[in-house]
């Protein structure tokens, strides 16, 4: 969440959600060519290249609704956001101005990582549909086979990792 003002000289129009324009930063291919690259290096193989490279693209489907639970909330008190724009280390949703009440700024900066601790609770009850419940076991075979609990088990941890982190009391984070 941001109100700085932008330039979209280095950013690309990707799409609108909620009404709201998505950018993708010139930046932002940069990192999945190094993913490609370090696991070229690494030995990977196809399926393991493009499983990590769709789980990274998840990863940012997941950064834009955070920013979108940002959005909506200053929506509610009738404050805009001029656009979402992604970044290699995440997003930032250009709000036209901050709240003017704490209350209200709380609420928003705290919409971001309820989308996160929502959508890892969604990805639980996937999981749970699939047959495992076990994160820990999952999140272990992430690192021998790509199957479908262990993305799953992984999209629940960042879920659950970015709540936190955006809740740390320190610039850039919510």
Not at 85 to 106: C, D, F, K, N, Y
Not at 128 to 143: D, K, N, V, Y
Not at 159 to 172: E, G, Y
Request: aromatic share 6%.
């Amino acid at each position: 969440m941001a109100t700085e003002q932008k330039s979209t000289r280095w950013s690309w129009r990707i799409g609108r959600i909620v009404g709201i324009d998505v950018y993708i930063h010139a930046t932002f291919p940069l990192l999945l060519v190094w993913i490609v690259l370090s696991g070229i290096g690494r030995g990977a193989n196809a399926r393991s290249l493009i499983t990590t490279l769709a789980l990274t693209l998840a990863v940012f489907v997941v950064v834009v609704l955070h920013e979108c639970g940002h959005a909506l909330t200053a929506r509610r008190y009738g404050i805009r956001t001029r656009d979402i724009t992604l970044l290699p280390i995440g997003g930032i949703a250009r709000l036209e101005r901050m709240p003017r009440e704490p209350r209200q700024e709380v609420l928003v900066a705290l919409a971001g990582p309820a989308v996160n601790l929502l959508l890892a609770a969604l990805l639980y009850g996937v999981l749970a549909l699939a047959g495992a419940t076990a994160i820990l076991p999952a999140l272990e075979r992430a690192t021998a086979a790509a199957t479908l609990t262990s993305v799953l088990a992984q999209l629940i941890a960042i879920n659950l990792w970015l709540a936190a982190f955006n809740l740390l009391p320190a610039f850039p984070m919510d």
